[in-house]
């Protein structure tokens, strides 16, 4: 081939590629041999901006694997675990509450509750309808639960077996329904104040049940299982911590004395339409507690009835002036320091006597008086001499060692101390009306206790609410001499010719001493608002209990002790020796013939 032939190709080949003639924007000798965006340089800025952004993009997504798996990683694997893992705890079952013959007070039964998720709820109209008739919620209330969402919310605690059986059939999902446990108190309003009441976690709110929580709460165990998805459990994880149940505890408490006290005081308030009432039965061996009753009462299981007036356990948060019950504690101290003894005589009239200006009178002039006769006839003036021959110190020591002015030592919410003012700041008047018990107070319970010296031969007893099988030892206040001296005058006191002569009980000595004082309103008194109370003991001659009966507020006309609070102390102690098989120390008919003859006398007077 030619090198002319060559040339003659080429020549035809440039002639094809040249633009037509006159087209305009193609360069001279241009070459189009690739694709012009293959030939176009990029700008520097744009490929490095590119860089940037896919380093950044790296670094974000290797910082979210980090912060994932290495710094928060607990609660994405919470997370994780909640939709397959789930942690049952189960429920202790609280200690029981029983008397001191084992008869129980308060017990956990088992009782279903109904719990939802609301994100897994499902269910026809049909099956909703049913569900809230059983609940007794409405329709509403449950949309209300439902768009609430999360995985858990409570629709009715501890319903009754045969309305759980119906939710079961139901078989709805995102139902459980789960085991709780119930406090039941088989003794109802009569031992409500002793036991108290628990909420629906089975926390102790008064009474026993929160003064004992930590014995009788016990300690929750675990399950951890695996479910699927529709909510079955699939396998257990781990090992089971078994719940440990809660102790019992074994009260002093007996209950045929508790529910004979609170019968007899409700009797009492009703038939004296008095505002409410307290008794105390104390065992004088061992301290003991054998019954705490007040009226009105509630039931512990029924929240309807926990009303401010029905909660108050009078018996040991009220305080009063304890009045004419104090007496007999200044009698003791003054033969105790040699300064009487109980037959010294003592002139008690006109009937009265003047303190700094101050008048004290008895309710009637009762003339020359042994000391004896002093505490039977609860005289005021008799009273008021015998203590104006102290030093305030020693009164105040007195009324101390007693325990007034101070809190019971006993486990117990609520207790009272009571007022007691230090001996400097009394005025002469002031330590007068101390002697017959107005200018200081106590409650109830100090009473019964404070009445111990004179059932135990001068020993202040420690008081329980545990049982307590063996006699304890108490502190000395009195000589023994003294104690018996003055438990003679107590049942002068409650015989013929005392103050309260209803007090005595058929088939046993008693003694005791009457009080009667009008109630405070602000810094002075109501006319005609009083508290009445006896305090005693029997038998007489080897005391076994200790009662204190408070009436508040009598009506009908009558508010002295020995009518209206010495006949429900005479009820309680004939019922509870009885029950205590304490033999009578007395005949039973001379008694009685005694009592149709007063009823009779009575009757004609009227």
């Not at 694997?65 to 893992?85: L, P």
């Not at 279903?112 to 309808?129: C, G, L, N």
């Not at 399950?223 to 459990?233: M, N």
């Not at 203590?387 to 009324?399: D, G, H, N, S, V």
């Amino acid at each position: 081939m030619s090198a002319g032939w060559l040339d003659r190709a080429r020549s035809r080949l440039a002639a094809r590629l040249a633009p037509a003639a006159g087209q305009k924007g193609a360069p001279a000798g241009a070459r189009y041999a690739s694709s012009p965006l293959l030939t176009a340089k990029t700008p520097i800025w744009r490929s490095r901006l590119a860089l940037v952004v896919v380093g950044l993009s790296f670094a974000l997504l290797l910082g979210r694997a980090m912060y994932v798996q290495a710094i928060d990683k607990e609660f994405f694997q919470a997370q994780g675990e909640m939709r397959y893992q789930r942690t049952f705890e189960l429920q202790a079952s609280r200690g029981r509450i029983t008397d001191r013959n084992g008869e129980v007070l308060a017990a956990s039964v088992p009782a279903p509750s109904v719990w939802m998720i609301p994100k897994d709820f499902q269910a026809t109209p049909e099956q909703v309808a049913e569900l809230t008739r059983l609940l007794g919620i409405t329709p509403v209330d449950l949309a209300a639960k439902v768009r609430e969402g999360g995985n858990f919310v409570w629709l009715r605690r501890l319903i009754d077996e045969t309305t759980a059986a119906r939710i079961r059939e139901l078989k709805i999902k995102g139902i459980t329904i789960e085991r709780e446990y119930r406090r039941e108190y088989p003794e109802g309003e009569a031992a409500a104040h002793v036991v108290g009441f628990t909420n629906l976690q089975e926390k102790g709110q008064e009474g026993v049940e929160l003064a004992f929580q930590k014995q009788l709460q016990g300690h929750n165990g675990s399950r951890s299982v695996v479910r699927d998805r529709l909510g079955r459990v699939v396998e257990d994880i781990g090992e089971i911590v078994e719940p440990e149940d809660g102790k019992d505890i074994a009260l002093s408490i007996d209950s045929k004395v508790q529910f004979v006290a609170y019968q007899r005081l409700r009797e009492a308030v009703a038939q004296h339409e008095a505002q409410a009432g307290s008794v105390v039965v104390l065992d004088v061996r061992t301290g003991e507690v054998l019954a705490l009753a007040n009226y009105p009462s509630y039931t512990p299981g029924d929240r309807r009835t926990r009303t401010g007036a029905n909660l108050r356990n009078r018996a040991l948060t009220d305080t009063f002036e304890p009045g004419s019950t104090m007496k007999p504690f200044i009698a003791a101290q003054s033969i105790q320091a040699g300064r009487v003894r109980p037959e010294t005589v003592i002139q008690t009239a006109p009937g009265s006597i003047t303190i700094t200006g101050s008048t004290i009178r008895d309710s009637h002039p009762l003339g020359v008086m042994t000391v004896e006769q002093i505490i039977q006839k609860s005289s005021n003036v008799g009273t008021v001499k015998m203590a104006m021959q102290m030093q305030p110190r020693e009164m105040w020591e007195l009324y101390r060692s007693l325990g007034f002015g101070q809190k019971p030592e006993m486990e117990f919410p609520g207790l009272a101390s009571g007022r007691l003012r230090p001996y400097k700041s009394w005025r002469p008047i002031e330590q007068a009306t101390m002697s017959y018990g107005y200018g200081l107070s106590a409650s109830l319970f100090q009473l019964a206790q404070a009445y111990t010296v004179f059932a135990r031969d001068g020993q202040l007893v420690p008081v329980t609410l545990q049982r307590q099988d063996r006699p304890v030892e108490g502190q000395q206040v009195f000589r023994p001499e003294v104690a018996r001296a003055v438990r003679k005058m107590l049942g002068m006191a409650a015989g013929e010719g005392g103050t309260a002569p209803k007090a005595q009980a058929l088939g046993y000595s008693v003694g005791g001493k009457t009080g009667t004082a009008r109630k405070q309103e602000g810094k002075g008194y109501a006319g005609n608002k009083y508290r009445s109370w006896f305090v005693g003991m029997a038998p007489l001659d080897q005391p076994r209990v200790v009662v204190a009966v408070m009436i508040d507020e009598p009506g009908k006309g009558q508010y002295y002790g020995g009518l209206v609070a010495a006949p429900v102390f005479s009820q309680v102690v004939q019922q509870t020796l009885r029950v205590l098989s304490v033999p009578p120390d007395r005949e039973v008919t001379p008694q009685i013939i005694a009592r149709t003859q007063a009823a009779r006398a009575e009757e004609e007077s009227f």
